[in-house]
Nanobody
Framework: QVQLLESGGGLVQPGASLRLTCTISGRTVNNNMLGWFRQAPGKEREFVAVIDWVRARTAYADSVKGRFTISRINSLNTLYLRMNTLEPEDTAMYYC???????????????????WGQGTQVTVAT
């Protein structure tokens, strides 16, 4: 059973940076697609970034492109999301997730992910 645990959220001012960490246990070679998603109050969960664990191919939502960077350290089974130039609109609960099946194409739909962490809150405010 794959388990994911997010950390690193907090309250920051606009323009600040944060790095979120997702620690993964029980991951197998089939769990090659790792993503970050977020959900603000009253809104649907949305895609933020995705990475192919083996090939390190990445994709980003347009709203975070150029500001956020997804990365991983294979040996530590750890996923990161570096967030720069944070805006109030980035305020949300952030989740990491993985699919149960080996996936070739970068998957951005939350409904296609099977395992989720409990989330870490990011609040951007003055």
């Amino acid at each position: 059973q794959v388990q994911l645990l997010e950390s690193g959220g907090g309250l920051v001012q606009p323009g600040a940076s944060l790095r979120l960490t997702c620690t993964i246990s029980g991951r197998t070679v089939n769990n090659n697609m790792l993503g970050w998603f977020r959900q603000a109050p009253g809104k649907e969960r949305e895609f933020v970034a995705v990475i192919d664990w083996v090939r390190a191919r990445t994709a980003y939502a347009d709203s975070v492109k150029g500001r956020f960077t997804i990365s991983r350290i294979n040996s530590l089974n750890t996923l990161y999301l570096r967030m720069n130039t944070l805006e109030p609109e980035d305020t949300a609960m952030y989740y990491c997730a993985t699919r149960a099946k080996l996936t070739v194409e970068l998957e951005t739909s939350p409904s296609q992910y099977d395992y989720w962490g409990q989330g870490t809150q990011v609040t951007v405010a003055t």
